[in-house]
């Protein structure tokens, strides 16, 4: 015990000066040069089973890039981390965390220092990540130095932090979209619903056309409308009303994993599946709903007919009006939209005289 005692604190004596060596602590803060700015946007969606890239170029051509299953590692680390059980401290620190927390991040730094992943489940992404980001390269045929990455809605236990680290890892940099917070991620409805929003640009070929949106009469949209959010996936459903409004929100999603398309097996009766699938969504909703105009569909499951099926029953039951349905590209709608946020931030970025908000404004 004491053999190994003495060598281990002399290491975190040094820690410091090792630390001034080694450029990780900071390579994910640095943009690339903005000399030469890339000209396009990547992002990559972390699912809870797969992973997702696209890509956004300022002409408003938005492209796939591949879906890639995640091994079985992959999806129990995404189905640990969507448990509250599995919280822990991390960083962004509320007050005196930092202190309670110096024993996990003296190890993940430790790691990091030896080149090693900041921890297993760092591993586990940045294998995704790296193959999302390699197919992103082949299909985009230049060096892609910096994407975005969005997360599931309810992996409460999995945070910016990880994300960040597994991209240090790898040594790409990750697109701030909030500037003052060093952790900053993205949620998956996120970037699904920025692919759909109109008040999101993602042409600029004529950029005076991205500020110049202004609402008709009557267009929902000028009065926030709220939107139904329902992912369907090989191992869950998540079912959530968001008030339509950009920038990116962040509240817990209601899931569940026990409905997932994959339950359908194990189900005694299809029927009561679907059921108890319209009743999940139902109750998602809350005792009041709220007057919802549209509905946003993602997940890999999506697909199944018998799905849409109890989707528009249960939406036809609880609101008199059609809804504006986006379920046109339920897999690749977070990777799509993250890619075109992406881009939206690098147009920023180098047009840093331009201070008018891409993000609509409406009266
Ligand atoms: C937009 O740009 C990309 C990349 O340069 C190109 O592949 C694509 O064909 C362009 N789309 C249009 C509509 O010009
Ligand atoms: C982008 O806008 C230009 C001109 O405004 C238009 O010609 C082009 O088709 C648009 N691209 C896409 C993908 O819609
Ligand atoms: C998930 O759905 C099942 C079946 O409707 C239900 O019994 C269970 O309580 C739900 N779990 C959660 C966490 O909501
Ligand atoms: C809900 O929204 C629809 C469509 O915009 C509208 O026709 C309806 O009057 C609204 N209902 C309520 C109760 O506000």
């Not at 590692?73 to 981390?81: D, N, Q």
């Not at 401290?89 to 991040?105: F, K, N, T």
């Not at 990540?129 to 994407?147: F, Y």
Request: hydrophobic share 40%; aromatic share 14%; glycine share 6%.
């Amino acid at each position: 015990m004491a053999r190994c005692l003495v060598p281990a604190l002399l290491f975190l004596f040094l820690l410091p000066v090792l630390w001034s060596f080694f450029p990780t602590g900071s390579r994910g803060s640095q943009d690339h040069d903005p000399a030469r700015p890339a000209n396009f946007g990547v992002g990559f969606d972390l699912a809870p089973t797969y992973g997702t890239a696209a890509v956004s170029y300022p002409n408003g051509t938005v492209r796939s890039i591949i879906k890639i299953d995640g091994d079985a590692s992959y999806s129990e680390m995404m189905a640990r981390l969507s448990l509250y059980s599995s919280q822990h401290l991390h960083r962004p620190y509320s007050y005196g965390e930092g202190v309670a927390d110096l024993p996990r991040r003296l190890l993940r730094d430790m790691r990091m220092l030896l080149g090693l992943p900041a921890s297993g489940d760092v591993y586990i992404l940045s294998k995704m990540i790296k193959k999302l980001h390699t197919a992103a390269e082949l299909l985009i045929g230049q060096p892609v130095a910096s994407a975005e990455a969005s997360i599931p809605d309810f992996a409460c236990a999995l945070y910016g932090e990880d994300i960040h680290e597994a991209f240090n890892y790898l040594g790409l940099n990750f697109y701030q979209f909030r500037k003052w917070d060093g952790y900053d991620f993205m949620y998956s409805s996120n970037g699904a619903y920025a692919l759909h929003d109109p008040h999101i640009c993602s042409n600029y070929t004529e950029p005076e056309r991205c500020w110049k949106y202004t609402p008709t009469p009557g267009d929902p949209l000028a009065r926030f409308p709220y939107i139904l959010i329902v992912s369907y996936g090989y191992t869950y459903l998540e079912s959530i009303a968001l008030f339509g409004l950009y920038p990116i929100v962040e509240v817990p999603m209601p899931y569940n994993l026990t409905l997932g398309y994959n339950a359908l097996q194990d189900a005694p009766n299809e029927e009561q599946y679907w059921e108890r699938v319209r009743q999940y969504i139902r109750w998602s909703m809350g005792p009041s709903p709220p007057n919802v105009t549209r509905l946003l569909v993602t997940g890999d499951a999506a697909y199944v007919p018998k799905f849409k099926h109890a989707l528009k029953e249960v939406t036809d039951s609880m609101w008199e009006h059609e809804l504006e349905v986006f379920d046109s590209e339920p897999v690749f709608a977070a990777a799509r939209g993250g890619a075109i946020l992406t881009m939206r931030e690098i147009w920023h970025r180098s047009h840093p005289g331009d201070d008018t908000n891409m993000v609509q404004e409406l009266e």
